[in-house]
């Protein structure tokens, strides 16, 4: 499958915990999004990454969310700490150019308890 | 800051007519616009795209016209097919950006 992976598909956390999403792009895709889907709601740009750069954060919370694309492996979404209002679908996408077609995985749905 | 409206969260249509998704944008800098299509439970999956420089472009049952002096673009269907049934997100991108930004989805329902 050449698509974008992520895993898991599904977390259940409970409130404090750690939540850490995988995400492959496709091969030969340089560029990582992650962007988030509240229930009843659009999808809310969270980062834009690079490998082992961060290009644009500004649609992550400032506290318990980071995000990193290292050099070998793939990009992580980390939230610490989670909360109940963390629940949501987050989805990862990727890009080889800057014309905005992004490919999406198919989601990690993430429920706090 | 709301850069891309949809106002209709959800349409009907019957199938063989034709459907039009609307879009509203408030940034005259973005370069392109693309729309997506996602059902229940997968990830979105890119349907068609125009750049900032044209107001149409057509792949197949879909076309997509943009009228910059209004900034609105829409999305047409036709003929329309069961299968359609989904979710529909404008998207638009560039200018001052590096990030796609999304408006809210409407729900495209086509009844047999």
């Known amino acids: 499958n050449a698509g974008v992976m992520q895993n898991p598909r599904h977390l259940v956390r409970r409130r404090g915990q750690e939540a850490r999403l995988r995400c492959s792009p496709m091969?030969?895709?340089?560029?990582v999004y992650w962007y988030r889907q509240l229930p009843e709601e659009g999808l809310k740009f969270m980062v834009y990454?690079?490998?082992?750069?961060?290009?644009?954060e500004s649609g992550m919370p400032k506290e318990r969310f980071s995000a990193e694309f290292p050099k070998e492996g793939p990009s992580i979404l980390r939230i610490q700490q989670v909360v109940r209002g963390d629940s949501a679908a987050y989805f990862c996408?990727?890009?080889?150019?800057?014309?905005?077609?992004?490919?999406f995985g198919e989601g990690s749905r993430l429920t706090v308890l | 800051d709301q850069q891309v409206k949809q106002n209709s969260p959800s349409l009907s249509v019957q199938e063989g007519r034709i459907s039009i998704l609307n879009c509203d944008y408030t940034?005259?800098?973005?370069?392109?616009f693309l729309w997506y299509k996602k059902y229940p439970a997968e990830g979105p999956t890119f349907l068609i795209s125009?750049?900032?420089?044209?107001d149409k472009n057509e792949d197949g049952r879909f076309t997509v016209f943009l009228n910059k002096s209004a900034k609105h673009l829409s999305l047409h269907i036709v003929p329309s097919q069961p299968g359609d049934s989904a979710v529909y997100f404008c998207?638009?991108?560039?200018?001052?950006?590096?990030?796609?930004?999304f408006g809210t989805g409407t729900l495209l329902a086509v009844q047999p």
């Open positions: 996408a990727s890009s080889w150019d800057n014309t905005g077609e992004l490919f």
């Open positions: 091969k030969g895709h340089s560029h």
């Open positions: 990454l690079q490998k082992e750069n961060i290009i644009d």
């Open positions: 940034n005259s800098m973005f370069d392109y």
């Open positions: 125009i750049s900032s420089i044209k």
């Open positions: 998207a638009a991108y560039g200018g001052a950006t590096n990030k796609l930004i």
